[in-house]
């Protein structure tokens, strides 16, 4: 099995149900909580510069309407992506890459960079996330996983940092997924919890990758997968998972 830097429980989109997701607030509250490791989804400004967004339209998370990836750094910068989920959060800005690099390696945190480009724009994201993150890193331990739902994305980022770790994100078990993943040079698999049982498991461990599930919030589930021998959980339940080994449920 390959060498895996990373704890076991991940906070999702920072711990993106208690404040607001993929924001700096929303990984202080997860630290709070004992968190040591976290999601969150990456994309393109408009100028190149990769910053926190899930969706690719500012509407659900901000006052703005529209493409975020078609506005500048300068615009999104002074977004409130806070406000939405209610008055202590209000004026919370988009955060950009480099400022999310900084509070995690301050910390001694690691960090899964899910790759979630603007449709269309799938190899350039995957490029200036690899590149981004060999200028944040610089080598540095423990180094950012690069996933993605999208093989280009992760084309994109092999190129640029050939020697960072990629992941693969499957919500389906579709067609060629499994040689996808080892051409990528993957050394890990993500999956929607409710696609991962034993036989998965260990077709990954057998071809030397590692197994992880998102988004594990149920604690039955998180024992299914526990017992199985799970490298990796993302859970936004970070209330009710405590990550410390020996404690597992608050
Ligand atoms: O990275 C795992 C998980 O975040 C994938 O789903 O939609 O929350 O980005 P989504
Ligand atoms: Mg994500």
Known sequence: MNDWPYPLWIAHRGAGRLAPENTLAAFRVGAGYGYR???????????????????????????ERGIAGERSWHELSRLDAGGWQGRPFAGEPLPSLDAIAAYVRRNGFALNIEIKPTTGLERATGEAVGQACLRLWQGEAPPPLLSSFQPEALAGAKATAPGLRR?????????GWF?????LGCVAVVTDYALMDAALI??????????????????????RL????????ITDAVNRFAPAPGALFD
Do not use: M
């Open 226 to 233: 526990l017992a199985l021998g799970i490298d990796g959980l």
């Open 167 to 175: 992941a693969l994100l499957l919500e389906t078990l579709w067609p």
């Open 179 to 183: 040689e996808r993943a080892q051409a």
């Open 37 to 63: 490791a976290f999601e969150c989804d990456v994309k393109l400004s408009a100028d190149g510069v990769p910053f926190l967004l899930h969706d690719d339209t500012l509407d659900r998370t901000t006052p």
């Open 202 to 223: 260990a077709q990954l461990h057998g071809a030397g990758l590692r197994a992880l599930c998102y988004t594990v919030n149920d604690p039955p589930e998180a024992r």
